[in-house]
């Protein structure tokens, strides 16, 4: 069972995922950071996501996947066709939504079925 610790979290086949009203604020930080850190050179950028990504308890890659959530409903398959142009694996979203939602910073929308209708 210790292998199955680093596998991300498997979602209910229909999860969607919206930014909390918490993640609003972080996700609007992470923003922040990127657009006053842009000019400074890379170094700089990266110590600026480290530092915004701490307080948190997510990674600075993390902040990608909330700007992608930021105003919308989405599920694991479309922030995995939205984000595999930068780069970012299935494995990696789902391990940064696992990261998120466990910070309290992304909500999953309860499925019809877990609302008892």
């Known amino acids: 069972m210790l292998g199955k610790r680093n596998e991300p979290k498997r979602w209910p086949r229909g999860q969607k995922f919206t930014l909390s009203a918490e993640g609003a604020d972080v996700e609007a930080a992470y923003r922040n950071v990127v657009a006053e850190s842009r000019a400074s050179g890379r170094a700089a950028l990266d110590a600026a996501l480290a530092a915004w990504a701490g307080p948190h308890r997510v990674t600075p890659a993390d902040g990608i996947v909330l700007a992608e959530l930021r105003g919308k409903r989405l599920g694991v398959p479309d922030l995995v066709r939205e984000l595999e142009a930068a780069g970012i694996a299935a494995d990696e ?11 309290g ?11 008892g209708n």
Do not use: F, K, N
Request: proline share 9%.
């Open 93 to 103: 979203v789902r391990a940064s939504l696992e990261r998120l939602v466990a910070a």
């Open 105 to 115: 910073v992304v909500a999953p929308i309860p499925l019809a079925s877990q609302l």
